[in-house]
C-alpha cells in the first residue's frame, strides 16, 4: 500500500514524463512549421503566386496590309458579339427569352447555350451572337437596362477588299490549328487568328502583334478578383506588299478560265508587281470560319484553287530555257553568238533520233536566230558539248533548281538534273540524250514561274542576282551581287528574245507591243505532257487541240520591257494552253503592256499615314 | 479544514460530504489569472483570424467567437468558484448525461452523412466535444476513489477502460477519428497519471501494433482515403490530398513573418479549405508567419504549463488527475490540429481551441479550464471522507 507521499512522488515523475513527451512534440511541431515556412519557404511562396495569378491574353490588332500604292490587300473589320453572364442573367430562360425578341436565337443554339451554361462555371460568358452588324447591335444595347447579364463585345475580322485577285498574294487567315501550336500562350486564344496562306502566313509574327497581358489574381475556382498589372501588348505592325493591286487584278483577270500563273517583277529589286495563279479563291471566306460545303468546293476542285501555281507549282521550263543554255555556251566558249549550226528538222546522236519542233528544220542558225525561232537543233548541238553539269551549274546561277528564298509558304524548288542527282535519284548513269532534251528544257528540267520570272529578270538586269519579295521593308535591299555573266553575252541573248517578237520568223512576232517605247523581248515555251511516239510521230503528230485537255502541252512565256531599259520582267505559265506563241505570250504582253502603262514598278516611298488613318476609319465601319 | 465523522471504510463509494466554502477572497487569490488571461489571449489572437478570415469583418465569425467565449468565460468562473467536491459528486452524472447525449446523437441523428450535432437553436452542440471532459471528470473520481494503488487493480482498470472505450466506439461509428483518438489519448494519459504499472502500456503497445490492421478493417473508405493521402498528399492532388497540399502551401508562403493580417492570399482566395475551422492555423501561419505561429504555440505551451502548476498544488488525487486531464486533453487539440494541418497526421477533424471558429469545442475547453480552477481554488481540499 502505497503513501499518499508516494503516490504523488509517483504522480509527480509521471506527470513529468508526460510533460516532457508534449514538450518534444511541440518542439517537433515549431520544427516542422520552421522546415515549412524557412527552409522550404520560398517553394511554397512559388506555390502560393502559382495558385493565384493567372496571366490573361487579348487578342492584338492584326496588322493592315497595303499595296505598293497604299490601296488595302488585308484590313480588319469591327464587328459584335453578345455575350451572356448566366451569374449575372440569374434566370438565364428568361434572359434568353428577352434577347430572343430583339435578336432571334435559333433553338439549336439555345440548346448549345444552354448546354455551355451547365458545364461551365456560372461567372463564364457565353457568347449568343457573333458577327452581328451594327443595327443589331444597336437594338440590343438600347435594351441593355431589360437585359442584365447581357454584354456586347467588340470583336475583328479580316477583310480582303481585292477578295479574289489578291487571294494568292494576301493568303488569308484561320484559326489556329493543333500544329500552329508552338508554346506561345497567345495561340491558344479562342478568337486569334493566323495566316494561313500568302503574305499573311510567311509575315504571320510582324501581323500578329504582341498580345496584351494582364496578370490577374484568381480565387480557388478561377473567379479573377482583380487585376494586378497589365501589359498593353502591341498592334500587329503595318506592312507595305510590292504588289501593284491593280495590276494583279489584271493579270488575274487576264488568265481568265485558263489556269496558270502570271509573274511580274522589278527586275531591279525583286519587287514581285503581280503574282497571279489561277483558278483563286476568296479569302474572305475563311475570315470567320469557312462553311464545310464552300471547303468541300475549293478542297476537292481538280483545278486546285487554293494552291498558288506561281510558286508552288512546277513545270518543264520548255523553250523558255533555252536562253540559260545559250549563255552557258558562250560562258565556258563552247560557241560564239556568230556560229552556226546546219538545222534539218532531227539531230541524230548514235541511234537517237532528236526533232526540231519544225519539221522541215531551220537551215542554218546561229544564236539570234535558234533563240528567235526556237531552233531545237541548234541546242541539242550546244547542249551535247556543254555537258549537262556545266549547264546545271549556269542554270542554278539563274534562280532555277532551288527556292527563291521568297517571303511566300509552299514554294517548291524545281528542278535542275546532273549526274550526281541521277545517280541518287534513279541509281542510274546519266544519258547522252538526257543532256540534249534538258538543252530544250524538257525531260527532268522543272521550274516554277516564279523562277522563271527570277531567270529573266537576272538576264536583263545586267545579271545581277536579284531575289524576289512580297514585302517591301523600311530599307532598299543592298544592291544584288554580279552573277559574272559578261554584258556582251547578256546583250546577245537579250537581242535573241527581242527577235522572238520583232523578226519576221519570231515565234511571237504576232504579240509585239506596237507602241515603240513600250516595246518588249521574250521567249515562247511550251512544255510537253506527254512524250511523242514514234509512229505517231510517222503518222502526223495530233493537234494538240484534239487531246483531252490533260494531255495537252503547257504554254508557255517569259518577256521584259522595255526593250531599251528594261525594268519589267514577266513569266506566264498557262497550264495545258497549248503553244506559247499563241496563248501565254499573248498574256504576256498585255500583262506589260498593262505594267508599262500603269508603271507599276514606281515607289513613292511607302505607305502614306493617310492611306493608314483611312484603313483605321474603315475599320470603325 | 472540517473534519469528518467516523472512519467506517466503506464498502463502497460513497459521495464526499460538503466542504464549508472557504474565506471568497482567499478563493480569488487561488484562482490561476495567469491561466485566464492566457486563455483569453489566446481566444482574442482566434477572433482577430475569424475577423480575417470572414474577408476583414466581425461577421460571420469572428464577433460570434467573442460573444462565445465571453460567455464561456462567465461559465469558466463559476465552475472555478463553484466547489470541486460539487463537480466531483456530479462527475459520473455528466458522463452518464453525455453518454446518452452521444446515444442519442447516433440514433436520432441517422440522417444523411455524419451528424454529430444536437440543435439548441442557439448552438449546435456537438455531445462527443463534452464528452472528452466527462470523461476526464469521471475517470478523475473512479481512480481517486480507488485509492494510490487502486489503479492497478482489475475491478478498477476494467470499468476505467469501459468507461474510455465506449464513448469512443461510439464516436467512430459517428464516425469522427479524431474526436475517439483524444479520447482514447486522453484516457490513457490519465491512466499513466493515477500510476498504472508500466508492463501494462507496453502490452498495450503491442496489442494496438497488432490491432492496427483490425481497426483498419473498421475504418470508413474516407478514413482510410485520409490516412493514406496523409502518408501520401500527392496520390490525388484535387482529391482528397488538395486540403493537405494547400495548407501546407499556404502556411509554407507565410515565411518567417507572414503575409500580414487580412493580407493572407491564399486563405482569402480560397485555395484554404475550412480556413474559419479546422485550417485556422494554416491562415495564421500564412499571416502572421512563424513567428506567428511560435508565438500562438507558446501560448498553449504557457496555459498547459498553468495547468501543471495546478496540479502539483492540489492535495487530491481527483484534484491532480482532473487538472492534468483537461491538460492533456487541451494540449491532444492543438498537437493534433497543428500536426494535421501541417501534414504531419491524418485531417481528421480536430479543431484548434479558442482560434477554431466552433461553439462546442469552446464551451467544452472552457468547461475544462473552469474545472481546473475548481482545482486551483479547492487545491488544499484533499477530498477525503475522513481524516483522522
Known amino acids: 500500500m502505497s503513501t499518499p507521499q508516494e503516490d504523488r512522488r509517483r504522480f509527480g515523475r509521471r506527470a513529468f514524463l508526460l510533460a516532457a513527451g508534449k514538450g518534444v512534440l511541440f518542439a517537433g511541431l515549431s520544427a516542422r512549421m520552421y522546415q515549412l515556412q524557412v527552409i522550404h519557404g520560398d517553394k511554397y511562396e512559388t506555390l502560393a503566386e502559382d495558385n493565384r495569378i493567372n496571366v490573361k491574353y487579348f487578342v492584338p490588332r492584326r496588322g493592315v496590309i497595303f499595296d505598293r500604292f497604299g490601296r488595302p490587300l488585308a484590313e480588319n473589320k469591327r464587328s459584335y458579339r453578345v455575350l451572356i453572364t448566366p451569374e449575372a442573367a440569374r434566370d438565364l430562360n428568361a434572359a434568353l427569352d428577352r434577347l430572343h425578341a430583339i435578336v432571334p436565337i435559333s433553338l439549336e443554339e439555345r440548346e448549345r447555350i444552354l448546354w455551355q451554361a451547365k458545364r461551365n462555371a456560372k461567372f463564364i460568358p457565353i457568347a449568343t451572337h457573333d458577327q452581328l452588324d451594327w443595327d443589331a447591335i444597336a437594338r440590343v444595347a438600347a435594351h441593355t437596362p431589360e437585359l442584365p447579364g447581357v454584354d456586347v463585345v467588340e470583336t475583328s475580322r479580316r477583310v480582303y477588299p481585292e477578295a479574289e485577285s489578291s487571294a494568292h498574294v494576301v493568303g488569308y487567315v484561320g484559326p489556329v490549328a493543333k500544329e500552329d501550336l508552338t508554346g506561345d500562350p497567345i495561340l491558344g486564344l479562342p478568337d486569334l487568328r493566323i495566316g494561313k496562306g500568302g503574305v499573311e502566313r510567311s509575315h504571320d509574327l510582324a501581323l500578329r502583334g504582341r498580345a496584351a497581358e494582364a496578370k490577374v489574381e484568381v480565387n480557388a475556382i478561377g473567379r479573377v478578383v482583380r487585376e494586378l498589372e497589365r501589359d498593353p501588348g502591341a498592334v500587329g505592325a503595318v506592312l507595305t506588299s510590292t504588289v501593284d493591286a491593280e495590276l494583279q487584278r489584271f493579270a488575274q483577270n487576264r488568265m481568265g478560265e485558263q489556269t496558270g500563273a502570271v509573274v511580274v517583277l522589278n527586275i531591279r529589286d525583286g519587287d514581285v508587281l503581280a503574282m497571279a495563279s489561277s483558278p483563286t479563291y476568296d479569302p474572305n471566306l475563311f475570315s470567320h470560319g469557312i462553311t464545310d460545303e464552300d471547303w468541300r468546293a475549293l478542297s476537292t476542285n481538280p483545278l486546285a484553287p487554293m494552291n498558288n501555281k506561281a510558286v508552288s507549282g512546277q513545270y518543264a521550263p520548255g523553250s523558255t530555257f533555252k536562253m540559260v543554255v545559250a549563255l552557258s555556251a558562250l560562258e565556258h566558249g563552247i560557241v560564239s553568238s556568230k556560229k552556226a549550226f546546219f538545222c534539218s528538222g532531227v539531230h541524230k546522236v548514235g541511234k537517237g533520233q532528236f526533232h526540231c519542233w519544225r519539221r522541215g528544220g531551220h537551215g542554218w542558225v546561229a544564236m539570234h536566230d535558234a533563240i528567235a525561232q526556237s531552233c531545237d537543233v541548234y541546242f541539242y548541238e550546244i547542249a551535247r558539248k556543254i555537258g549537262i553539269n556545266r549547264l546545271a551549274e549556269t542554270a542554278r546561277r539563274f534562280g532555277l533548281g532551288a527556292p527563291t528564298g521568297i517571303d511566300l509558304p509552299t514554294e517548291s524548288s524545281g528542278l535542275i538534273p546532273d549526274k550526281s542527282w541521277k545517280k541518287t535519284r534513279f541509281k542510274d548513269q546519266w544519258q547522252l540524250g538526257e543532256t540534249l532534251i534538258a538543252g530544250i528544257g524538257q525531260g527532268f528540267v522543272l521550274t516554277t514561274p516564279m523562277q522563271l520570272a527570277v531567270m529573266t529578270a537576272r538576264m536583263v538586269n545586267g545579271g545581277r542576282a536579284v531575289t524576289p519579295r512580297m514585302v517591301r521593308g523600311d530599307a532598299d535591299p543592298p544592291t544584288p551581287p554580279d552573277l559574272g555573266f559578261p554584258s556582251s553575252h547578256l546583250a546577245a541573248v537579250a537581242r535573241g528574245m527581242r527577235g522572238v517578237m520583232s523578226d519576221s520568223l519570231g515565234t511571237a512576232r504576232e504579240a509585239q507591243i506596237p507602241s515603240r517605247a513600250l516595246r518588249m523581248g521574250g521567249k515562247t515555251g511550251t512544255s510537253q505532257v506527254r512524250r511523242i511516239t514514234r509512229e505517231e510521230r510517222h503518222k502526223g503528230v495530233r493537234k494538240n487541240e484534239d487531246l483531252p485537255r490533260k494531255e495537252r502541252d503547257h504554254s508557255l512565256f517569259v518577256g521584259y520591257a522595255p526593250l531599251n531599259a528594261p525594268r519589267y520582267a514577266i513569266a506566264v505559265v498557262i497550264e495545258h494552253g497549248g503553244s506559247g506563241s499563241k496563248n501565254a505570250a499573248l498574256i504576256g504582253r498585255d500583262v506589260l503592256l498593262e505594267a508599262q502603262t500603269r508603271g507599276s514598278a514606281e515607289w513613292h516611298g511607302g505607305t502614306g499615314q493617310n492611306a493608314i488613318e483611312a484603313a483605321i476609319k474603315r475599320e470603325r465601319g | ?388
Not at chain 2, 88 to 95: Q, T
Not at chain 2, 313 to 318: A, G, K, P, W
Request: aromatic share 10%; proline share 5%; with cysteine.
Open chain 2, 1 to 388: 479544514m472540517q473534519r469528518w465523522r467516523g472512519s467506517i471504510a466503506a464498502a463502497r463509494p460513497t459521495p464526499l460530504p460538503p466542504l464549508r466554502p472557504a474565506n471568497m477572497a482567499t478563493r480569488i487569490a487561488c484562482v490561476d489569472w495567469l491561466l485566464v488571461l492566457t486563455a483569453s489571449a489566446i481566444a482574442a489572437i482566434g477572433a482577430a483570424m475569424l475577423y480575417s478570415a470572414g474577408g476583414g469583418s466581425a461577421t460571420p465569425w469572428a464577433g460570434r467567437h467573442g460573444v462565445r467565449y465571453a460567455v464561456g468565460l462567465v461559465i469558466m468562473l463559476v465552475l472555478g468558484f463553484g466547489g470541486l467536491r460539487r463537480w466531483y459528486s456530479l462527475a459520473y452524472l455528466g458522463y452518464g448525461a453525455c453518454f446518452l447525449l452521444l446515444v442519442f446523437v447516433e440514433v436520432a441523428g441517422s440522417g444523411a452523412g455524419a451528424t454529430r450535432w444536437i440543435d439548441l437553436g442557439v448552438m449546435r452542440l456537438q455531445p462527443s466535444e463534452l464528452m472528452k471532459i466527462a470523461l476526464v471528470m469521471a475517470l478523475a473520481r473512479l481512480l481517486h476513489e480507488s485509492g494510490p494503488d487502486g489503479a492497478d487493480r482489475l475491478h478498477v482498470l476494467g470499468p476505467a477502460l469501459l468507461l474510455i472505450a465506449a464513448p469512443a466506439m461510439l464516436v467512430l461509428k459517428q464516425p469522427d477519428l479524431g474526436t475517439a483518438v483524444l479520447l482514447c489519448a486522453g484516457g490513457v494519459a490519465i491512466l499513466f497519471l493515477a500510476g498504472v504499472a508500466w508492463w501494462k502500456f507496453g502490452i498495450a503497445v503491442a496489442l494496438a501494433a497488432g490491432s492496427a490492421p483490425i481497426i483498419w478493417s473498421f475504418l470508413h473508405d474516407y478514413q482510410r482515403a485520409r490516412v493514406l493521402t496523409f502518408m501520401e498528399p500527392e496520390r490525388d492532388p484535387l482529391g482528397a490530398g488538395y486540403h493537405i497540399i494547400q495548407s501546407m502551401i499556404a502556411l509554407g508562403s507565410g515565411g518567417i513573418f507572414g503575409k500580414g493580417w487580412l493580407q493572407g492570399t491564399q486563405s482569402h482566395l480560397s485555395f484554404l479549405p475550412e480556413k474559419h475551422t479546422d485550417f485556422v492555423f494554416t491562415m495564421l501561419g500564412e499571416e502572421l508567419g512563424l513567428a506567428g505561429g511560435l508565438f500562438v504555440l507558446a501560448l498553449f505551451a504557457l496555459l498547459i504549463a498553468r495547468i501543471y502548476r495546478i496540479a502539483f498544488l492540489s492535495e487530491s488525487r481527483f484534484g491532480r488527475l482532473l487538472a492534468l486531464g483537461v491538460g492533456t486533453t487541451l494540449f491532444l487539440y492543438v498537437a493534433i490540429n497543428v500536426s494535421m494541418v501541417m501534414g504531419l497526421a491524418p485531417v481528421v477533424g480536430v479543431p484548434l481551441p479558442f482560434i477554431s471558429y466552433g461553439g462546442t469545442a469552446m464551451l467544452t475547453l472552457q468547461i475544462g479550464l473552469g474545472l481546473a480552477l475548481a482545482v486551483a481554488v479547492d487545491r488544499s481540499d484533499p477530498m477525503e471522507k475522513s481524516r483522522c
